[in-house]
């Protein structure tokens, strides 16, 4: 598992192969994370958006912005925590994402960036 801790907030992600299959004739890579996010901080905080940067080592990097996450906006209270799952495609064996999310706190509107940690995307007998 990956961590890494950002204005009070940690951001943990635990990813998973899931396997090979072809969409339209390509080889595709599927890999599923699990992400918890965890208010360490005194202040209540919410998700706004999500920025991913999707690094296959076969195509161009490419650039994921949202609202939320999994559809949803959540408000992470002090000492609680927030989890979701989802998953990406590539079309390589080996490749990375990286990003960020926007939140705000609640009780004095500020907005911040936390980062979410680079996580390799690559299956096992990849390393080999």
Not at 33 to 39: A, C, G, K
Not at 69 to 94: E, M, N, Q, R, W
């Amino acid at each position: 598992m990956l961590q890494l801790l950002t204005s009070g907030i940690r951001v943990s992600v635990k990813v998973f192969f899931e396997g090979t299959y072809f969409k339209n004739y390509i080889l595709n890579y599927s890999y599923a994370y699990h992400i918890t996010i965890e208010n360490q901080g005194k202040e209540a905080v919410q998700l706004q958006s999500r920025h991913w940067v999707i690094i296959d080592s076969l195509r161009p990097q490419s650039i994921i912005d949202g609202e939320g996450v999994v559809g949803k906006k959540p408000v992470i209270y002090p000492s609680k925590t927030f989890s979701y799952k989802s998953g990406s495609l590539i079309s390589s064996s080996i490749g990375a994402m990286r990003g960020h999310y926007n939140f705000i706190n609640l009780a004095t509107a500020k907005k911040f960036k936390v980062y979410i940690p680079k996580f390799k995307l690559s299956p096992a007998f990849a390393l080999n």
